[in-house]
């Protein structure tokens, strides 16, 4: 009996013991095991390379860089590397605009047309609006504008006007739908935005995104236009030709290695480059309910209607079971867990395969860069992390 009782105990304890190490609420083992992951996706030629980071209460816990920055170059990646993080901007400008309605400067159900005159008399085929574009209808995408520019075509490859002067040929746009009734993902909406900030704020768009959130947050690597000192650590764009890698000159901003020359289009729908750490602390600041370091950026208030599903019963968003808020994207259905995001996690995504987010459940930001064209093969890396960063959280 004695000999049976210490083979129990000894088993128990054997079995305590086979747990795997846990430091600050996560997996040490399963996140040891996401660079080897991801890397398994440039040994196979699907991508060039990526950065993954993230965040459990408050403390950077992974950041990995895999790959290469430039494969022609054989320059690896890094974890300071430069991405263009495309339209991860969208909530960046956001941001911009609820501190200026925070400080009673416009509110989100005024017209457009209020501050871009440019809107004044829109139609819809003819016929005058139920009730005209509002800033709440761009932020939720639901305000009828195209996906993309159909008029000045050239406009995003060139970048060769103001946001002014883009202005009276997105106003001309034809509509889509009556604003409020659909959801349409339009990146000349948010644009709109930028140019509300501009002419609320007396401040162009990109000054005043930089002295009111980017230094303030210390997002140090975070800009517009390259500048000269940074050039070097932007990551090329690659995609597939003839079944290999190869660097791409895409219609958005044009190639990232030809640095923006000459641009004067800001693209607050879509221009920021970034680093991983850079908008780990945006995202953390989100996650706290609007402070970083002491300081206060918005109120928590204004961060739960951000982040509470604004377009109801519509069908939106790219990911399942997602919905949209002021300009994120929200888990609010099941099938949106799948890839283990919690029920409210929110972020958002870049065409080239970038994608941010922050699950107040797990207490987790979580950071995907990469700069791929081919979506089909990027999204494979992608949905590996995100469920590799949900099952390392275990408290």
Known sequence: ??????????????????????????????????????????????????????????????????????????????????????????????????????????????PVEKY????????????KLAHPITIRDLLTHTSGMPMWPRGDTYLYRKMDKTLEEAMASFAKEPLEFEPGTKWRYSSPGVAVLGRVIEVVSGQKYEEFITERLLKPLEMKDSFYYPPANKQDRIAALYGQRDGKLAKMDMALGGDPMTYRKGAVYPAPEWGLFSTAADMASLFQMMLNGGTLHGKRYLSPSSVAAMTTVQTGDLKAGFLPGTGYGLAFEVVKDPIGTLTLLSPGAYGHSGIY???????????????????????????AAKNAFFQMAGAAVVD
Not at 116 to 127: D, H, I, P, S, W
Request: proline share 4%; hydrophobic share 45%.
């Open 116 to 127: 871009v005159t440019e809107f004044r008399g829109q139609e819809l085929n003819g016929k």
């Open 1 to 110: 009996m004695k000999v049976r009782l210490f083979v129990l105990i000894a088993a128990f304890v054997s079995l305590a013991g086979a747990q795997p190490p846990v430091k600050n609420g996560v997996d040490l083992d399963r996140l040891a095991a996401i660079p080897a992951r991801m890397k398994s996706f440039v040994d196979k030629g699907d991508i060039s390379g990526t950065v993954t980071l993230i965040a459990h209460h408050g403390k950077i816990v992974h950041l990995e860089a895999t790959g290469y920055q430039d494969i022609e170059a054989k320059k690896p990646m890094r974890t300071d590397t430069i991405f263009q993080i495309m339209s991860i901007t969208k909530p960046v400008t956001a941001i911009g605009l609820m501190m200026l309605m925070e400080e009673g400067r416009l509110s989100l159900t005024d």
């Open 353 to 379: 395969g970038t994608h941010c987010w922050a699950d107040p459940k797990k207490d987790l930001v979580g950071v995907f860069l990469i700069q791929s064209g081919n979506e089909n093969i990027f999204m």
